[in-house]
Every structure is written in C-alpha cells, then in structure tokens.
C-alpha cells in the first residue's frame, strides 16, 4: 500500500524553526519527484519546495527561498523540508505529494501528483 505520513508540524513562534518529515511506505521515494504544498485557511493550496527524481535539482517558492531546504534521504526513505525563520504568513496545513514524472513547468500544478500525505498543521503565532 503506497502511503505517505508527514510529520513535524507544530506551534513555533516567528523567527522559529521546524523540519516536517515526509515518509514513504509502499515504494521508494527515490524515484520521484516530491512537492511540499501548503493551504491556509481560505486560500488555494500553493507549492512550497520541490525536489525532483531524475537529478535531485531543488525548487522553491519566492515566499519561502532563503529560509526553506529541502532533502531527501535515501536511507530512511523520507523527504525533510527544514523551515527557518518562520513568519505568520507560513501558517498553513502542509503536505507532501508524490509523483514519477512531473515536467519542471508542472512543479507547482498540484493535479501532477498522484499521491498526497494527511497534512501536518504549522502555526507561527507569537
């Protein structure tokens, strides 16, 4: 059974830090393309950070560049996205998603990928 679980989410406050874990049961992430999306309440669900299958090439959102990684870890089977510097502005549910195959000009198109996690809810709250 193919599954993703995020986790890491949390209460921090602004300029705080959290790594939200993305891990993968039923197939090895290795061979694709992993998305961080996140949606806040009344907004459409945006893509945060990318890393793709075929050269491990990183992308990021203007929003989050400079305070975001992400990486992937072959070992463990999980995707990171670390997160620093925190603002309230990244208050939102964020998820992982999973696909073999999506074109650099997709990366942001959430209907690319085929497999979605839960979600793990990030609060920046003072």
């Known amino acids: 059974q193919v599954q993703l679980v995020e986790s890491g989410g949390g209460l921090v406050q602004p300029g705080g830090s959290l790594r939200l874990s993305c891990a993968a049961s039923?197939?090895?992430?290795?061979?694709?393309?992993i998305g961080w999306f996140r949606q806040a309440p009344g907004k459409a669900r945006e893509g945060v950070s990318c890393?793709?299958?075929?050269?491990?090439?990183?992308y990021y959102a203007d929003s989050v560049k400079g305070r975001f990684t992400i990486s992937r870890d072959a070992a463990k089977n999980t995707v990171y996205l670390q997160m620093n510097s925190l603002k309230p502005e990244d208050t939102a549910v964020y998820y992982c998603?999973?696909?073999?195959?999506?074109?650099?000009?997709?990366?942001?198109?959430?209907?690319?990928?085929?497999?979605w996690g839960q979600g793990t809810q990030v609060t920046v709250s003072s």
């Open positions: 890393i793709r299958s075929n050269d491990d090439s990183t």
């Open positions: 039923g197939f090895s992430l290795d061979y694709y393309t």
């Open positions: 998603a999973a696909d073999t195959d999506v074109p650099r000009f997709r990366l942001w198109a959430a209907p690319e990928y085929d497999y």
